[in-house]
């Protein structure tokens, strides 16, 4: 079976709440990216998991659902997806309890109830959603 891997690195400063760090990609489109907890749990610039993981998301989704819908037969003029992850403090911590897609696109020729199905299927076996712990709900039409 083939393998992919991607790397990421992130180096931290500090304690949890006064420190701050920096995050790097392998293809490096994010090349030394601020994160701290003022801008996980605040209005601080930088970024952090929760959002990168909704911009995984949102990408993957839209990216397992182009390819759904090719197999089908169909190609999609526009796949706008859009993901909010939502968290909960639980015990002394957070955990991500849910997410959700909204997606919104232009197939020409499909029928609503197949593009439903696909974008199911999609939702259900992109590899962020299968990675993930959480309920994961989703709201797709055509435009």
């Given at each position: 079976?083939?393998?992919?891997?991607?790397?990421?690195?992130?180096?931290?400063h500090?304690?949890?709440?006064?420190?701050?760090?920096?995050?790097?990609?392998?293809?490096?489109?994010?090349?030394?990216?601020?994160?701290?907890?003022i801008?996980r749990?605040?209005?601080?610039?930088?970024?952090?998991?929760?959002e990168?993981?909704?911009?995984?998301?949102?990408?993957?989704?839209s990216?397992?659902l182009?390819?759904?819908?090719?197999?089908?037969?169909?190609?999609?003029?526009?796949?706008?997806?859009?993901?909010?992850?939502?968290?909960?403090?639980?015990g002394g911590?957070?955990?991500i309890?849910?997410?959700?897609?909204t997606?919104?696109?232009k197939?020409?020729?499909?029928?609503p109830?197949k593009?439903?199905?696909?974008?199911?299927e999609?939702?259900?076996?992109?590899?962020?959603?299968?990675?993930?712990n959480?309920?994961?709900?989703?709201?797709a039409?055509?435009?």
């Amino acid at each position: 079976m083939a393998q992919l891997k991607r790397t990421a690195n992130a180096v931290w400063h500090g304690t949890g709440k006064d420190g701050d760090g920096t995050l790097t990609t392998q293809s490096a489109t994010l090349s030394s990216v601020p994160y701290s907890y003022i801008a996980r749990f605040g209005d601080g610039k930088g970024t952090n998991p929760e959002e990168l993981i909704a911009a995984a998301h949102a990408g993957c989704f839209s990216m397992a659902l182009a390819f759904m819908l090719s197999g089908a037969g169909f190609t999609p003029e526009e796949i706008k997806s859009d993901a909010v992850l939502t968290m909960e403090g639980e015990g002394g911590g957070w955990r991500i309890s849910a997410v959700k897609l909204t997606v919104r696109a232009k197939v020409p020729g499909i029928e609503p109830g197949k593009f439903q199905d696909l974008a199911a299927e999609a939702k259900a076996n992109c590899p962020v959603s299968r990675v993930l712990n959480a309920e994961i709900t989703l709201d797709a039409a055509l435009t």
